[in-house]
């Protein structure tokens, strides 16, 4: 439809003479105001912002393919064709309104109108947004592209073929409709900003500008985080590693000799890595897995890639200390070269939160370096002394450690990062036993507090919802059933 109310339609002819083609109607009364000399339209027509209609046909003429792709303005005078241009979807208006995106036939695959053309599997029309993506089905899942060069930004696997235009609602989720009668739901949680991200890299020196959502991850937070009897238990065996996406892996990896903390093949089979967990976190599989595999069992953190050495960065402003306790590591936190941040809480007596980082190479007692932050945030210091004395205050975003291989067991070099809770006791289930883990033995937390490790990308596994259960939630977080804490999206 126009600005002014008229309606254009594509009215598909057997012929090219009389002209059935695009025609425009009075949105009031429906009376044909005009018809443009062009038959068998075979597409919605599109309209961009500067009033210009598009539409294309595409027609077997008993020998071969025939097709154009046409412009006309509002009315209906044509502007430009683009001969042989095999159209059989409406366009999308891209975000500068007015490149387009559409659909070739079968064959020619995706081939815009616009920057790039894309061969490829797609099983349903395009949407953009306005920030430059562009969302289409896949004969397995959605794919979110890069509008610029066509590029692959993300894509999930859902296991079915997703065959409705993928639409994007106002409070930014996106959702797409199925061949199996599902219809799925992806969004970003609004955000707390309570976390700058720590890493810029996974390299040392380098400055990749990683953030929460390209950051390679090697292990994930499990959600199922029960022991064998069914109560809380970090770190425990329940054979079930579910991500914060609801993507639940299953399958024991006998590869893996550390008892049941084993990798597990993802649920179903991704179909080439890496694993994308659309859209703000890209999973690189298991220390020792592979690529298709979740690690790991009852994991309270995220372990990022972070070969020796890597730079760390403060998550949030607070003081710096080296616990000899910690939630769910007892008293052997000092092995695995603990170092926390309780973030500044003025008035408070609490803090929110504590942000705890492991396997540190930088550690308290270990010879001091210095280390340079090529490329320091407003407020932070060049050249940073390492490790940081324990009780400095520090500023979120500058630099604080280097990440290291410390554990008391082995471990390739990664940074685990671990975020906690801090709630008042009555908040945690005691019925499953999360208070055992959970009371919390910092001299830095006032008493009669828990600490409950929580995942800082939260939880959107009951964004998947059958179309049956529309506008119902799913059975939710299974980690929040067992422990009575709901994770939330923490980052900046
Ligand atoms: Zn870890």
Redesign the pocket.
């Known amino acids: 439809m126009g600005p002014d109310g008229s309606v254009y339609a594509m009215c598909p002819g057997q012929d090219y003479y009389p002209p059935t083609g695009l025609s425009k109607f009075n949105g009031q009364t429906g009376t044909n105001i005009g018809v443009a000399a062009y038959s068998r339209g075979a597409t919605e027509p599109m309209m961009d912002n500067q009033g210009r209609l598009y539409a294309g046909f595409m027609a077997f003429n008993g020998i071969f393919y025939i097709g154009s792709y046409d412009t006309w303005d509002s009315n209906l005078n044509h502007l430009s064709a683009n001969w042989m241009d095999y159209t059989t979807s409406r366009a999308t208006l891209m975000p500068d309104g007015w490149s387009t995106l559409k659909l070739g036939y079968l064959g020619l695959g995706f081939r815009g109108a616009y920057y790039w053309d894309l061969s490829g599997s797609w099983s349903s029309l395009p949407s953009t947004d306005n920030v430059g993506k562009i969302y289409i089905g896949t004969p397995t899942g959605v794919a979110c592209l890069n509008a610029n060069d066509g590029s692959t930004k993300w894509s999930f696997t859902t296991g079915d073929t997703i065959t409705t235009q993928p639409v994007i609602s106002n409070n930014g989720l996106l959702y797409a409709g199925a061949n199996s009668g599902n219809i799925y739901a992806f969004g970003r949680p609004s955000s707390r900003g309570v976390l700058s991200f720590p890493l810029k890299s996974h390299v040392p020196d380098r400055d990749d500008g990683y953030t929460s959502s390209t950051a390679p991850v090697?292990?994930v937070f499990d959600h199922s985080m029960a022991d064998s009897n069914g109560q809380y238990g970090p770190y425990k065996c329940d054979q079930t590693v579910a991500a914060f996406t609801g993507l639940v892996a299953s399958h024991y990896n006998p590869d893996f000799v550390f008892g049941c903390r084993a990798g597990y093949t993802v649920t179903p089979d991704p179909h080439g890595p890496p694993i994308s967990f659309l859209p703000y976190m890209t999973y690189r599989g298991g220390i020792d897995g592979g690529s298709n595999h979740l690690y790991?069992d009852g994991?309270?953190?995220?372990?990022y890639q972070a070969s020796y050495g890597t730079q760390v960065f403060a998550s949030v402003t607070g003081t710096v200390y080296y616990p000899r306790y910690m939630v769910d590591v007892g008293y052997s936190a000092p092995a695995f070269h603990v170092m926390e941040i309780i973030p500044d809480h003025p008035g408070k007596p609490n803090p929110d939160y504590i942000i705890y980082y492991?396997?540190l190479k930088t550690y308290k007692g270990q010879q001091q370096i210095e280390v340079r932050d090529r490329d320091p945030l407003p407020g932070c210091q060049e050249y940073v002394s390492l490790p940081i004395p324990e009780g400095q205050h520090v500023q979120a975003g500058c630099l604080v450690a280097q990440s290291g291989n410390s554990a008391p067991y082995f471990t390739r070099s990664?940074l685990?990062?671990?975020v906690q809770k801090v709630v008042p006791p009555s908040a945690v289930l005691c019925q499953f036993g999360a208070r055992a883990y959970a009371i919390c033995r910092d001299p830095h937390i006032l008493a009669v507090q828990d600490c409950v490790p929580v995942d800082p990308y939260g939880w959107t596994g009951n964004l998947v919802t059958n179309s049956s259960e529309i506008g119902v939630a799913d059975s939710g977080d299974p980690y929040q059933q067992l422990t009575g804490i709901a994770s939330e999206f923490l980052w900046k």
């Open positions: 090697n292990s790991y994991h309270t953190g995220v372990d492991l396997h990664h685990h990062f671990e």
